[in-house]
């Protein structure tokens, strides 16, 4: 039991991560664990050698609701004593179905906690009956009702760790009745932990935001007017159309594609507060286009020695790409370099031209 408990705890643990939630209105999603039973109000001694395991098919219908039809089996072990003094091990073979109505407290965080109640049934077969006179195999009828943590691994999986309380109809359930039980019923938990694979998706959620800072309320504050000074500015006017983009989904077209306002901090992979909206076009450009690789190439000014800035560079690149990741965005589908202070985009003599030099390219693969 001590080691059950202290591998639940290590993969909670291990399972922890930043990955973007759930992002569908709705969804369909098949899982599968292994299920750790123990009795808890029946007539004998409940043991803890006991094990079992599930399948389930879920459908959510929004960001908070979902039903889940859940096939599982659990073999749980009790202990008497029999009329001879000797002590007898008791075993219930339990085949369940369950359908249970969820409901989801926090449904876009990566970390999100649900409630769940339903019915079931399910069919057991009793060994080494402390009752005599009960029958074998029967067919029952049972009450569900728990709670859970879901755990995004990344868009797809999920870890899910389960506690569940069921009541069945009687109680027969471990093999005895007691002489002066009338319309009792016995009960055991179940703690499951497995995998949820998400088979098929809705459209985006507007309810779960890629980025938690934008509300429908949200008012767009960058100046793009001094943007676009800047642009026409300090690059020249033939490879204007190549860096300028008007609309994020045009780039899925492009070979390169230049963030024009995503900037940093002087000395830094901090992004100024403008970089944020655009930051977040990109993470929906890249979400609509699940096929396009891209690789993040960090840039500098040219202050400070070119070694220095190659490290600065690779920093920058790797804020965007965790930036991205962050927002649901696979990490297989992107690549993290600096290529330092080369290739500027305009006059690192001045301040503005040293700020755009501060910048992210996307490359198409």
Request: with cysteine.
């Amino acid at each position: 039991m001590k080691k059950f408990y202290l591998l639940f705890s290590l993969l909670l643990f291990v399972s922890v991560d930043n990955t973007q939630a759930q992002l569908a209105t709705d969804s369909w999603s098949f899982g599968f664990g292994f299920k750790y039973p123990r009795f808890i109000s029946i007539n004998l001694t409940p043991l803890n050698s006991n094990y079992g395991g599930y399948l389930s098919l879920q459908r959510n219908f929004s960001e908070h609701v979902g039903l889940r039809l859940k096939a599982g089996y659990a073999h749980l072990e009790s202990q008497f004593t029999n009329t001879s003094l000797v002590k007898v091990t008791a075993s219930t073979n339990a085949f369940t179905g369950d359908l249970d109505l969820l409901y989801y407290l926090v449904p876009c965080e990566p970390v999100s906690p649900y409630v769940f109640g339903g019915i079931g049934g399910l069919y057991k077969k009793l060994t080494n009956k402390a009752t005599a006179t009960l029958e074998d195999n029967t067919v029952n009828y049972q009450m569900n009702v728990g709670a859970g943590v879901e755990w995004s691994l990344d868009t797809d999986w999920k870890l899910v760790t389960e506690f569940g309380f069921y009541t069945t109809d009687n109680s027969e359930f471990e093999g005895a009745l007691g002489a002066a039980e009338v319309n009792a019923r016995d009960s055991y938990m179940g703690i499951n932990l497995g995998l949820l694979y998400f088979i098929d998706k809705g459209s985006p959620s507007k309810y779960c935001q890629l980025y938690s800072g934008i509300t429908q309320e949200y008012k767009d504050m960058t100046n793009y007017n001094k943007i676009e000074d800047m642009i026409k500015k300090h690059i020249p006017k033939e490879v204007v159309k190549e860096v300028v983009v008007e609309t994020p989904a045009k780039a899925a077209m492009m070979e390169k594609w230049v963030l024009i306002g995503v900037n940093f901090h002087f000395n830094s992979n901090k992004f100024l507060a403008e970089s944020y909206p655009i930051l977040y076009d990109a993470a929906k450009t890249l979400l609509k286009n699940p096929d396009m690789k891209i690789e993040i190439q960090g840039y500098t000014d040219n202050v400070g020695s070119e070694s220095y800035n190659k490290k600065l560079g690779q920093k920058r690149a790797d804020a965007v790409k965790d930036y991205l990741v962050s927002k649901g965005v696979a990490a297989s589908r992107l690549t993290a370099m600096s290529y330092g202070e080369s290739n500027p985009i305009a006059d690192n003599k001045t301040a503005d031209g040293r700020a755009m030099n501060r910048r992210i390219e996307f490359k198409v693969k």
